[in-house]
């Protein structure tokens, strides 16, 4: 069966690139002949890039600015290594930059289903087009399957307008199934679009921690541990005082493997400070670590696929929904603190932290496989 997959956009962030890549081999594992779509955000006009170089000239001249003025333009070579991955790994369709083209591709090439997931693509804020992640562009008589698996709202909250609200439950009742990646999720879409959904994992929870060694080679160091590995999205200094307290009761040291500073985080002159780490040297961090300490999603998924003890402090603005919905399920809300300074205020028995190892999460596996493999017949 040929299946395109529309999900966010790839590149710039490692958990993105991860779950692409894990369900693409979990169906490839099935029989099937997955293509993700490479559909982006379209870029800007002259106009919109004249006034915002202008802003950014005043910014650098005053000192409130110090990274490169054409940061974007470098975004290439920034995230070589990810894209390197991605060519390797990852099959995918030709660029797509609006919801006219991905109609038109859609109409020129024949594919059996399409599915939305995972991630945050039911999330409006975050997809380039909301409709178009309830397939939209889809004919009604067109006879493709259409699958949500473990799409995601991020949080607990209905963030749709009206309008919006409207549309996409129309949308969703022409969906043959539905799944989605946390709890609230099941309740948001019966609440607000109208349709039934499952509860199931996201795709990095399907594969094994040896398909994961695999990709990392060598880089996996199995006869020592590194030290205490840090993932942070948003990085503070209430979360290197977590970090630090940590590796001091561990007598270890602290180690991370992204980029210095994040493309939000404009404080830096050097343009290598901004350059990311190969997806293989990410994973091995994890699969490395001797404790992980994070604020991401994928990063408590890796930190749970590689047997590691962890520390997850609840991201709010990105959606705690994420990590509580998981960590509920498989009996790991202890993993969870909401401010990195409990962390340290309250000294946490960091040595009392363990690896999470629960019969449940094998059982939602097979029954995640399972829906997905029933979904696609």
């Not at 602290?254 to 990311?276: I, R, T, W």
Request: proline share 2%.
């Amino acid at each position: 069966m040929k299946i395109a997959i529309m999900t966010q956009p790839l590149g710039k962030n490692y958990g993105g690139i991860m779950q692409a890549y894990a369900l693409q081999k979990v169906l490839k594992d099935m029989g099937h002949s997955p293509i993700t779509i490479d559909y982006q955000t379209k870029e800007r006009g002259f106009i919109y890039k004249k006034f915002r170089l202008a802003y950014r000239l005043a910014k650098k001249a005053t000192g409130k600015r110090q990274a490169p003025i054409n940061l974007e333009s470098k975004i290439g070579y920034l995230t070589k290594h990810n894209q390197e991955f991605i060519n390797a790994n990852i099959v995918q369709s030709k660029y797509i930059n609006e919801s006219k083209k991905l109609k038109k591709h859609f109409k020129k090439n024949s594919y059996d289903a399409v599915i939305v997931g995972s991630d945050q693509t039911w999330r409006p804020k975050y997809s380039p087009n909301i409709y178009d992640f309830y397939l939209d562009f889809i004919s009604k008589d067109k006879g493709i399957k259409r699958i949500a698996y473990a799409s995601s709202f991020g949080v607990d909250d209905w963030e749709y307008s009206v309008e919006e609200t409207k549309k996409c439950s129309k949308l969703a009742k022409l969906f043959d199934a539905i799944s989605v990646r946390e709890q609230s999720g099941v309740d948001l879409c019966k609440e607000y679009l109208g349709v039934d959904s499952e509860l199931v994992l996201d795709p990095t929870l399907l594969l094994e921690k040896e398909d994961y060694l695999a990709l990392i080679g060598d880089r996996y160091k199995a006869d020592k541990s590194e030290g205490v590995f840090t993932y942070f999205l948003d990085k503070n200094e209430d979360k290197k005082k977590a970090a630090d307290y940590v590796a001091e009761e561990l007598n270890a040291h602290v180690y991370n493997c992204q980029a210095k500073h994040s493309l939000g985080d404009l404080s830096s002159e050097k343009l290598e400070d901004y350059k990311m780490p190969a997806v293989q040297d990410w994973l091995a961090s994890f699969a490395n670590a001797e404790f992980i300490l994070t604020d991401s999603f994928h990063g408590m998924v890796f930190s749970i696929v590689f047997g590691k003890p962890f520390l997850v402090i609840v991201n709010k603005e990105r959606g705690a929904a994420r990590f509580e919905s998981l960590l509920n399920k498989i009996g790991g809300l202890e993993h969870l603190v909401y401010e990195p300074l409990i962390i340290y205020k309250e000294s946490i028995a960091i040595k009392s932290v363990t690896a999470l190892e629960d019969k449940d999460l094998n059982l939602m596996k097979i029954n995640s496989l399972s829906y997905l493999e029933e979904s696609l017949k």
